[in-house]
């Protein structure tokens, strides 16, 4: 066994080789599923940085576009894809399924594939009747949602080394986890002096929960301490809000300590005819968008 990171500079590093994969500290983070962790494993060390500018969704508007219907110009028109409409309840019977929407909308089927992540799950925004057998709750608490917050600082000139081996560099502070790992991104976007950290969960629910401003002044003491107090101030700030954001409560699930394989079987589970899918219920791969992405091919071919 280890010894506990104590100094700042241990827990840095502590938190550089967990916490920014898991978005959790290890003392929580479970080795089943992690070590050797699959994705890496199967896919490779190498990890690339989505700079498209039409954004991450492109990914997701290609695979839909292999299945439903779209206009000339590629735009999905399928009467099938209902969008902002949140569900609200799901009621299931030995006949078939009745699904409510906030806008008071009825849907019938045989079946529903509920894709929920397990943070909404943990919440009520999903009324389920009758209500999930106690083993299922139980399976569904027991998995973390995980928050994992990546802060982008955009400034009006460059003051950061920016040759190789300078991506990324690592700010040390007493308290673990404070705006611990940074990156700068003139790689991904030439000439355009962002900066991105990255905190995860305490630190994010603590940030989340404060305006703006306090955030970027954080910032700005953290790289004048790193940096020296003569830098230009930061001229605008983004801070994603997933875990206070209804529909995500979190970024990704992670496995803790005390989960097993069993657990984990009863969270990806049928109840009935109402199952369950993405990237919780990913035998190897939770917590990544492949994951989510595989799982709901199994779920799709176990229904069919």
Known sequence: MGSVPATPLEMAFDYYNNDYEFAEPPRVTSLE????????????????????????????????????????????????????????????????????????????????????????????????????????????????????????IKFPSKFWP????????????????????????????????????????DESRRIEQQPDSDTKAEVMAVLRDMFGKSIPEATDILVPRWWSDRFYKGTFSNWPIGVSRYEFNQIRAPVGRVYFTGEHTSEHYNGYVHGAYLAGIDSANIVV
């Open 162 to 201: 920016s040759g190789n081996g300078t991506e990324f560099f690592i700010y040390v502070n007493e308290k673990r986890g404070y705006y611990t790992i940074w990156q700068h991104l003139e790689r991904e976007y030439p000439g355009s002096n962002v900066l991105l950290v990255t905190v995860t969960d």
């Open 33 to 152: 599923n992690t070590q050797p962790l699959p994705t890496f494993e199967n896919y490779g060390e190498d990890v690339y940085f989505v700079a498209d500018s039409r954004g991450y969704e492109t990914v997701v508007l290609y695979a839909a576009e292999q299945y439903l219907t779209t206009d000339k110009a590629g735009k999905i028109t399928d009467p099938r894809l209902l969008l902002n409409k949140p569900v609200v309840e799901i009621r299931y019977f030995q006949s078939g399924v009745i699904v409510k929407t906030e806008d008071g909308s009825v849907y019938r089927a045989d079946y529903v594939i509920v894709s929920a992540s397990i943070g909404v799950l943990q919440t009520n925004l999903i009324r389920f009747k009758p209500d999930l057998p106690k083993w299922k709750i139980l399976a569904m608490y027991q998995f973390d949602m995980a928050v994992y917050t990546k802060i982008f």
